[in-house]
């Protein structure tokens, strides 16, 4: 499903993978404009693994995107309340991310996933999580 102003996970803000989307989606649902589908997941799934990676809270951030801080002001405030990655940990961090479901202990899942959209099944260049939004969502 194509959702306007929500960037692929692949997109880097301060060089994090997925952070953008997170914030995307924060906007979107305040905005009423989240599909229910992505609702159940918000602070979870992948935005909880960013935000157990930065060491904040989940509502914390979102009240940040909420009074109008940039992606960039939000990143800096998850540094200063949590903690700032080193740039090696980000690389593992980016690493981990975007080649989740291949060869992992996530691959039944993105497999499942996969299968549960028709539009989708049967295609084989489909490996990651990553893979699969970009897929789901038009970009690839």
Same mark, same amino acid.
């Given at each position: 499903?194509?959702?306007?102003?929500?960037?692929?996970?692949?997109?880097?803000?301060?060089?994090?993978?997925?952070?953008?989307?997170?914030?995307?989606?924060?906007?979107?649902?305040?905005?009423?404009?989240?599909?229910?589908?992505?609702?159940?997941?918000?602070?979870?799934?992948?935005?909880? +693994?960013?935000?157990?990676?930065? &060491?904040? *809270?989940?509502?914390?951030?979102?009240?940040?995107?909420? #009074? %109008?801080?940039? @992606?960039?002001?939000?990143?800096?405030?998850?540094?200063?309340?949590?903690?700032?990655?080193?740039?090696?940990?980000?690389?593992?961090?980016?690493?981990?991310?975007?080649?989740?479901?291949? +060869?992992?202990?996530?691959?039944? &899942?993105? *497999?499942?996933?996969?299968?549960?959209?028709?539009?989708? #099944? %049967?295609?084989? @260049?489909?490996?990651?999580?990553?893979?699969?939004?970009?897929?789901?969502?038009?970009?690839?």
């Amino acid at each position: 499903m194509n959702v306007p102003n929500l960037r692929s996970p692949r997109e880097t803000v301060g060089g994090l993978v997925h952070f953008g989307r997170m914030l995307d989606k924060i906007r979107l649902h305040a905005a009423g404009k989240l599909p229910a589908d992505y609702q159940p997941n918000l602070g979870s799934g992948f935005d909880g +693994r960013c935000i157990a990676f930065l &060491h904040v *809270a989940y509502a914390d951030v979102v009240a940040q995107v909420k #009074a %109008g801080a940039s @992606d960039e002001a939000v990143l800096e405030w998850c540094y200063q309340h949590g903690r700032k990655p080193t740039e090696d940990e980000i690389e593992i961090w980016n690493g981990f991310m975007s080649k989740r479901g291949w +060869r992992d202990d996530g691959a039944a &899942h993105l *497999a499942q996933r996969i299968a549960a959209e028709p539009a989708l #099944a %049967g295609r084989t @260049d489909i490996l990651t999580s990553f893979d699969f939004l970009d897929a789901d969502e038009g970009r690839l």
